[in-house]
Each structure stands twice: as structure tokens, then as C-alpha cells.
T-cell receptor, first 113, second 113 residues
Framework: DTAVSQTPKYLVTQMGNDKSIKCEQNLGHDTMYWYKQDSKKFLKIMFS???????INETVPNRFSPKSPDKAHLNLHINSLELGDSAVYFCASSPGDRYQPQHFGDGTRLSIL | QKEVEQDPGPLSVPEGAIVSLNCTYSNSAFQYFMWYRQYSRKGPELLMYTYSSGNKEDGRFTAQVDKSSKYISLFIRDSQPSDSATYLCAMSVRSGGYNKLIFGAGTRLAVHP
């Protein structure tokens, strides 16, 4: 039974399009995250939600908009996709903001043509 | 200078060897220290988690933290081909009232039979 699941696993699209990635966790965690991993494997936080409230918003372009309909789900919508958005996007969750060990999904590989 | 420095490798060792993976950091505000293992096309998986200076052992894995030197290590004893993966160190810091993780770039490890 997958703890943190992301859909889709692969996303190939053209520059300028809008796309969404979905994430769900069944661990009962309060806090969820979006990370971006670039081609050099460097993993960097983008957003964090605690009980549906945005608590971390790193310097990410406004084209990226996260949404948390409930504490088990965190989606990421990206407008006007650019070549530099090509990366692997990981969703993660943790029991709370203070207890940091995070559980990751297997990522969504986004390729912009 | 990055907040967390980690040699990307690759590191190639024979089966049965003792592997030493290291990270240095510059921010003395880091509180929690973690090691994640990431297999190809998978999400990072938490291996070890520690707060204080000293050693923590779990099976073939030992995590070591030296806060005075700002240096953490992961030792793998009796390495196996199944240990071949990228190992990411991560550190927790309080920022803007919330905790977030800062990751190293990851070290690619190959254990050959």
C-alpha cells in the first residue's frame, strides 16, 4: 500500500502549456511538501503545507501554484511551462512541522519539449 | 558556498567493503541530521535520523554527527550490491517559524560484486 503517491509518473508536454501534478498520502501526516530535483540530483524545497495552510513558499515563480484541498492531498499546478521547468518533482509528507523525517513519493518526471 | 556540501562521487567499491559518506555544513542552526537513500527512478527513502552529536547505529549503517566540526558521516559495513544508490544527507533548520530540510547534492555509490 503506497504511502505517498503521485500522478502522473511521467509528463511530457510543450512549452507554454499548463499542467497539474497530484499527490496523496495515506500516512495520516499533517504536513506535505513539494520538492524539485534538477538534472544534477539537487533536491530543493518549493512549498510546504501544514493542515492545508501554506507555511513555506520558497522563491518559486508565480507560475507554480500549490493547492491543498485536505491534509491528505497536495496538488501542484504549473502555468505557461518553460524549458527550465524540466525536472523531477517530488511530493513528501511528515507527521508535523516539528518532526522532520519526511516520506517521499516516487516523483513525477516532467519534460518540456 | 552551499549550506550543505556533499561530494557527488561516483564512489565505486567492491562488495564487502566499508563505505564512508560525508557531508559538511556551514549553518550552526541546523538541528536534525538525516541520511536518505535514493534508488534510480525512485523517491528518497529515510535511512537514519539523529539530533545530537555522536553515533547512531542501525544494522549495517552507522550515522555520525560532529556538531563542533559541522561534519556528518554515514558508514555502511559489509556493503552489498543492493546498496548501490545515491545517498543524500539532509539537515533541518528553523526558518520563518517553520522547519525545513536542506539537502546535499547526493553521493552516487556503486557496489560491485
Amino acid at each position: 500500500d503506497t504511502a505517498v503517491s503521485q500522478t502522473p509518473k511521467y509528463l511530457v508536454t510543450q512549452m507554454g502549456n499548463d499542467k497539474s501534478i497530484k499527490c496523496e498520502q495515506n500516512l495520516g501526516h499533517d504536513t506535505m511538501y513539494w520538492y524539485k530535483q534538477d538534472s544534477k540530483k539537487f533536491l530543493k524545497i518549493m512549498f510546504s503545507y501544514n493542515n492545508k495552510e501554506l507555511i513555506i513558499n520558497e522563491t518559486v515563480p508565480n507560475r507554480f501554484s500549490p493547492k491543498s484541498p485536505d491534509k491528505a492531498h497536495l496538488n501542484l499546478h504549473i502555468n505557461s511551462l518553460e524549458l527550465g521547468d524540466s525536472a523531477v518533482y517530488f511530493c513528501a509528507s511528515s507527521p508535523g512541522d516539528r518532526y522532520q523525517p519526511q516520506h517521499f513519493g516516487d516523483g513525477t518526471r516532467l519534460s518540456i519539449l | 558556498q552551499k549550506e550543505v556540501e556533499q561530494d557527488p562521487g561516483p564512489l565505486s567499491v567492491p562488495e564487502g567493503a566499508i563505505v564512508s559518506l560525508n557531508c559538511t555544513y556551514s549553518n550552526s542552526a541546523f538541528q536534525y541530521f538525516m541520511w536518505y537513500r535514493q534508488y534510480s527512478r525512485k523517491g528518497p527513502e529515510l535511512l537514519m535520523y539523529t539530533y545530537s552529536s555522536g553515533n547512531k547505529e542501525d544494522g549495517r549503517f552507522t550515522a555520525q554527527v560532529d556538531k563542533s566540526s559541522k561534519y556528518i558521516s554515514l558508514f555502511i559495513r559489509d556493503s552489498q550490491p543492493s546498496d548501490s544508490a545515491t545517498y543524500l544527507c539532509a539537515m533541518s533548520v528553523r526558518s520563518g517559524g517553520y522547519n525545513k530540510l536542506i539537502f546535499g547534492a547526493g553521493t552516487r555509490l556503486a557496489v560491485h560484486p
